[in-house]
Structure formats: structure tokens, C-alpha cells
């Protein structure tokens, strides 16, 4: 029966959200890859997801931030999967991002350029194996940038348009490339942030609503995992510049 | 913030931190004092409220692994049973003993060492238990079990969260064919006649008893004895062919979204609801039907937060446990009291035990009984009654409920305690490891 199964590969796996998406795809039987910089967090989910649905679950090492090992990380797997989920994110810390540029660039190129990077060599091989589907969670902080959040937000921005523009390009050969723009999310990452009860989704919720975007009959291309964030973030989208900037968010 | 049980009485300001990772418990343990391990609040009381910081185990929901073969199963401390039943009853297994409520933790159930409907026949949770893993108030994780630090895991296993915290722990479900339950009701016309109940139904897998608290004079104790098996694969497939052999728990459910005001659950209202229990439990005779396992083990956890439905100022569960030669006229004796105060409790419980389990275990042979009261000026002074009823009768009460007993009857119900506080003291935790519950009670 394993012979069969498809193979997911989840970056990112020691987050909440990670941890979720995992599950859900274990749980609708597939084998699970996960991929982190910490192993030993890592193995503890993969232990968790193993245990409770008995699929087949493997840890291998990551670090977004190192793209010259990452041709070596994707031929090292044991298998080239079927789906590959990121899910990296890392909200840094704006006020200190604005004055140690070191912050600022660690916060751009773990959001934006290790992710794209990483994702561009899984689409090259999707392509020549003729299928395979991606799926990059995103933020809505990159649809707008905001005073309180613009490095986070820019470097979003940018892994939406690479996720858009990569979707556009694998469209014609039939590969699917999903965006997700999760909102708030109860997290780690969240811990101890207000957040608005309607708007907030559980990480189970941006597990089960990616596995279906990604994997169900009718495929979406960009998901909000709760959607009122759809109209919230038009409504935020539509706001004339000039009163935007002098509003404060 | 201020932290209440699930009782909702009484209320202290405690330091809440959570623990998301068991290798950062030991540090965490080490520089911190007056602390105790909370999981999902089930606690009754003041139990899993520290003195001064509470650490609120629920990040700690990892499973380990699983061996179908043995049925072996290891998870973090903060496991829910919940999780526990929807990933394994799926696969045909179920906990060795489940309380009467799912949302609790594996580690709250090591804490209280919870006993269920099978108490007579399979004993506690902790008996169950192969091994556990402890941080002590050092700092240092330690594995113990049966045969392995023995004295340590006998004082832990019970032990209210006092020796440490408890991170995680290996124990064996047991295979079940369905998650049905084949329900046997005995209608008893008295006290007398339930213990005889509940005696005669010794060889059962789970039996319970629900007492009318409202019947007074003859009636005294009049019950319902629910008896129940693990319902068999053909059992299911004759009886009910079109239902799921593993059902899950079902989805929908019924809520009480606000206080309910303190009167909705008066005297009349509480009197009317029993007797149209009973008559309906009394119908249904003797003749065996099969149940869904969720509303049998669980029947309160389908109304979310079921704890506001006896308003703002919260309640108090009374639950004692008396030996059998003294259990028929220290029990009619109590409930000659509840009645006689008017303030029925919504729900009593009566339930046969079996040997009793480790050093602080609440179990013992004999019959325990649970009472929930609202809290208003007279119940404190009325359950005081009642302690020394239980007290005479050489029973004691069980921690987990607990949230207003005296350290006389603490102290006579747990003969054990010196034994406890010398270990307590050879690893450093008095002081270190304290709760509400255990500054109240002087451990």
C-alpha cells in the first residue's frame, strides 16, 4: 500500500503552522518529508504525526539561509515529492530591522530570498519530470506595506510576485503553484499578540485549507485561509496613498 | 493573571508561563519557586494554581510512538485524552481508564492518579502507567516507573504535581472491537439496594451508579446503576448494522455561552430534572442497548463549559471515598443531609473501588461518592458536616475536587502523608513545588 502513496515535503516543519499542514497531509495518507534547521524539534513532530496516523515521516536538515547546499538538499532526499509545501517565516523585529540592516537582511532573505530560491530548484525538476505541485505561504502583510511591519511585508511582497510569476510559467506544463496568505494565526509567532477572534485562524485551520487549495478537485491559486481576509485586505488595497501614509497600522 | 479551577472557586493571581519544549523544563524548574504544573484546568480547585508561577503544560501535546503489537503508547505530559482517543480509537484501542472527562492531560491524570467506571476491576490510571519522566525541583529529568526510582514514581503517581513536573509517560491501551458500549440499567429503590447494585456488579467492565438526590425517607438513595461492556463486532453488526464499528466523537455539540443566573438551578428545577431522569432510566429496564462511547464516558463534556451553569460565584464537587463496613450509614447519614439542606446537587455519583494505588492515591476499597453544590454562604459549612461524617467513617476526599478541606480531615483521610512529605523533602521540593491546594493543606 506505501508503494502507492505520495510524498509531501514540508520546509519549515518546526513551526505551528508546519506542524499542521504536515498532519493534515498525513492524515489524508501521504508520507511526509520534513525539512528544518533544528532536526531535533523537527523529529519530535515527526515522531508526534507518525505516531498518531502511522504514516511514514522523515527528518532532513535545511537552512533556508544557505542556497549553495541546496541543489545537494533536494537531490538528497529519498524521494523527488510530489507536493512541496514552504511554510518559512520570520517576522523579525521591525524597530530593530530599521537600524541594524543585518536584522533587516536576515528578515529578507529568510522570507523572501531562501524560500524562492529553494522553490526554484523543486520547479526545475517538477519541470522535467512533467509534474509536481508547489505551495508557498505567503503573508497578507505583503500586500500592502505598513509602518509597523514593512521589512516582513517587502520581503513578502516579493514571494508573492516570485509565487505569481512562477505560476504563470509552470501553468502551460500543468504544474500547479499555490499562494497562501494565511492572516493571523494562533502561533508561537503570535503568542502574546491581540488578535481579532473572526480573523484569526487556528493552525489546524491553514493545515486543512492548504491540503484542499493544493490537493483537491476544484484548485485555488491564492487562498486566504479565513475569507474575510479577502475583502478585509481589498478594502486596505483601495485606500488612496495620500491617506494611507498618514494613517497609523 | 488570576487562575481558578474548573469549579471556578477559588480564584488566585499566579504567573502563568507555558511550556512549549520538554528540554526547556529542567532550566525553567531550577530557577523558579512556588511553582506547579497546570494542564487543561480539570482540577476542580486549587490544585493547578502555584503560588507563584503556574506552568501550563499543554505545549507539551507531542505523541512519541506506538506499538500496535503491545499496545504500548508514549506521549508528552500534555497530551490531551481527547487527542489520545481520536488518533487510536480510529485503530481499534482505547485508554485503560478514562475519568469523566476527556479534556484532561495524561500528565493531570498522573497527577490525580484518576480512577473511572472500571476502578473495581482495573484500578487507576497509575496502574497502568509502565514509566514516566520527572523533572525534579534540581533541575534533573529522571525516568521512573513500577521497578525503576519505584519509591519516587509511588509518590508522584498521586502526588498532585508536588515531586516535579511531569514531562511524559508510557502506558498500554487495550484493544477494543467497537467503540460501542453495551449498557445494562438497574433501577434500585434505595441506598441499600444500590450498593447491593454495585456489588452485584463486580464482574462488570464499568459500573456506576446515579443517585436521586432529592428523594428523602424511604427513598433515600434511590439509583440508577449503569453497567456497561465493550460492545463486541457482532454485537454491533446484529443489533445496529448500519452504524460505524469506530465511531468518532460527534461534532455537534451544546454550549452554555454566558453565567447562567444563580436561580435556574433551584430547588425545583433540580427535583423536576431527577425525576424525569429517573423514570426514563427506570423504563428502560433491564434490557441490555448499546451506547455510543462518548456520551457514556463523557455525557458532561457535550455541553462546552458546563461549569457556568451554577453562576458567577462557581461550586464546590464534594467527592469522598468510605470503606465498605462503614459506606451504607456514612453514606445515608450524608445524603440525609443534602436532602434535608434543600441544596440537592445536580449530579451524584456513587462508584464502587477497587485496592487502592500509590502513596497519595485517592482510591481505596470502598464506595466513593460525588456531590456538586453551588457555592453560596451555607455550603461551606455544610460540607464541613459531611467531612466529619467521612472522617469517622475512615474515608477521605479526593484532592482533585478539593478546594476548601481541612488539614485535620486531609490528614486523616491520607495516613501516607509523613511518608510523602520525607520524599518531598529528600528532593528538595517543599517550598519549590507548591499549589494552593498544598499550602491550604500544610504539605
Redesign the interface.
Known sequence: MTENRKTMLLIGATSDIGRATAMAYAEAGWQVLLAARNV??AQ??A??IA????AGVGVHALDILHSDAMPGFVDGLPVLPDTVVCVVGEMGDQERAQVEFDHAAMVFRTNFEGPSLLLGHFANRFLARGSGSIVGVSSVAGDRGRGTNYIYGAAKAGFTAFLSGLRNRLAPSGLRVVTVKPGFVRT?MT?GMKLPGLLTAEPAEVGAAILAAAEGKRGRDVIYVRPVWRGVMSVIGAIPEPIFKKLKL | MLLEGWGRYPRFESEALGLGDPLAVPGLVASSRGIIARGNGRAYGDAAIGTRRTLGALGLDRMKAFDPQSGRLTVEAGMLLSDILAAFLPRGFFPPVVPGTKLVTVGGMIAADVHGKNHHRDGSFGDHLEQLTLVLPSGQAVACGPSENADLFRATVGGMGLTGIITGATFRMKPVETGWIRQRTIVAKDLAGALKALDDSDAATYSVAWIDCVARGAGLGRSLIFAGEHATRQEVSSERPDAPLLPLASPGRLGVPFDLPAMTLNKASVAAFNELYFRRGARNGDKPFLTHWHPYFFPLDGVDRWNRIYGRRGFLQHQCVVPPATAHAALAEILDRITRSGKASFLAVLKKMGAGGSLMSFPMPGYTLALDLRVTDETFALLDQIDRIVVAAGGRLYLAKDARQSRQTFEAGYPTLGRFNDLRSAIGAPGHMASHLSSRLGI
Not at chain 1, 505516531?51 to 502511522?54: A, D, F, K, L, P
Open positions: 531535533q524539534s519530535r513532530n515522531d508526534d505516531t498518531r496516523t502511522g508561537r503568542a
